[in-house]
């Protein structure tokens, strides 16, 4: 129900589809004359937006890039939400005079020899639980904006949302 497509010819008369994509309030609308279907939809709707180029769509930034054959295509990053994740995440840690350095170079998620199914820490407590489910999910969302590189390391992770332990906690840092 939140992707709609409808076959659509272009001016020069060849086929395409034009497509909506549709989540809670967000409203990404491809096609050659996109302003054409979302004056249809501000009739019915309030769009507090407007009508206009999207730069943003569920966190991603949005541009158009011209690809190594010349031809023209739309780009999703993680580039802004990542900077706005890793400041809270920073913000946070400050509070508790710790840095994101402590917890390890960047050049990997985590470190090679460290395995989460093994890991016999102590058990976090409710508050700390709650903040490793949150990293999670800022991760997972990092993942699906275009971050697949870090996508073995969340999943083994995940696995672990129920009852997490220093030692997992430190890893999503």
């Known amino acids: 129900p939140d992707v709609?497509?409808?076959?659509?010819?272009?001016?020069?008369?060849s086929p395409y589809y034009k497509m909506m994509l549709i989540y809670v309030d967000d409203v990404l609308h491809i096609a050659e004359d996109p302003e054409e279907d979302m004056k249809k939809l501000a009739k019915v709707y309030r769009l507090k937006g407007g009508i206009n180029t999207p730069d943003r769509y569920l966190g991603g930034n949005i541009e158009k890039v011209q690809t190594s054959d010349g031809s023209v295509a739309w780009s999703l990053s993680c580039?802004?939400?990542?900077?706005?994740?890793?400041?809270?995440?920073?913000?946070?840690?400050?509070?508790?005079?710790?840095?994101?350095?402590?917890?390890?170079?960047?050049?990997?998620?985590?470190?090679?020899?460290?395995?989460?199914?093994?890991?016999?820490?102590?058990?976090?407590d409710a508050e700390?639980?709650?903040?490793?489910?949150q990293l999670i999910g800022i991760l997972r969302w990092a993942i699906e904006l275009g971050r697949i590189?870090?996508?073995?390391?969340?999943s083994c992770l995940s696995q672990h949302?129920?009852?997490?332990?220093?030692?997992?906690?430190?890893?999503?840092y």
């Open 79 to 124: 580039y802004d939400y990542l900077i706005n994740a890793i400041k809270q995440v920073e913000d946070e840690l400050s509070q508790k005079d710790l840095t994101l350095k402590k917890f390890g170079t960047g050049l990997r998620p985590y470190p090679a020899c460290y395995k989460p199914e093994v890991d016999v820490s102590q058990v976090l």
């Open 4 to 13: 709609w497509i409808k076959r659509a010819s272009k001016v020069d008369g």
């Open 149 to 154: 590189d870090i996508l073995t390391e969340v």
């Open 128 to 133: 700390r639980t709650n903040r490793f489910q």
């Open 161 to 172: 949302l129920a009852e997490p332990r220093d030692g997992h906690l430190v890893a999503v």
